[in-house]
């Protein structure tokens, strides 16, 4: 049984205030791609993985029509990679078949004949909100849609144990007060990669 709008406002609420807050107004009606990354979760369960799927679900620009589309769980204890997030590997494998490393505006010659507009892009489905990690994969990708399911606070429920929630107050931290003890040492010859990068014909990304 599909949950419904009031059955994912109630949950939210459940949350408390600054919950609410952090999700006021982008509540969407399930479809078929963010139930499919659910159930892509619970088959990751299943397998001896972690709670979490994903499905990456390329678009034409021009008709809105789906193109092709590929599924990622987490496989981070099957691989031993603790980057190995349901979002990190459906990332992974859509570049590798698609030949792109950006996949806002993808080009004829990448993906197939199928489409029918001049390019297409890719909207990311996932069970659950992704970590900083793998939203910043995300925006490195330039994915412009997400959505997403279980929040951060969800997961990090004692019963379930997740550090989600915990990684985004890390970040929000000085370094100072962050849990890893960073350091900066300046070196005279690190910016002379970026002095070699602006001379070389590499492609930007």
Known sequence: MRPTKADTQRRIESDGPQRIHTYAGIQVEPNRWIIEACEEAK?????????FGAVLVQMDDETGDVIRFWRGRNQVAESNDPTAHAEITVIRS?????????????KPENGGSSRRGATSHCELYSSCEPCPMCYSAMLWARIPVLVFSATRYEASQPDVGFSDSGIHEELGREYTDRSIR????????????????????????
Do not use: H, M, T
């Open 182 to 205: 960073v350091r900066q040492s300046i070196c005279p010859c690190a910016l002379e990669p970026f002095e070699d990068w602006k001379r070389s014909s590499n492609p930007r990304y």
């Open 43 to 51: 088959r990751s369960v299943k397998a001896g993985g972690g709670p």
């Open 94 to 106: 859509a570049c590798r078949d698609l030949g792109v490393y950006d996949l806002s505006k993808i």
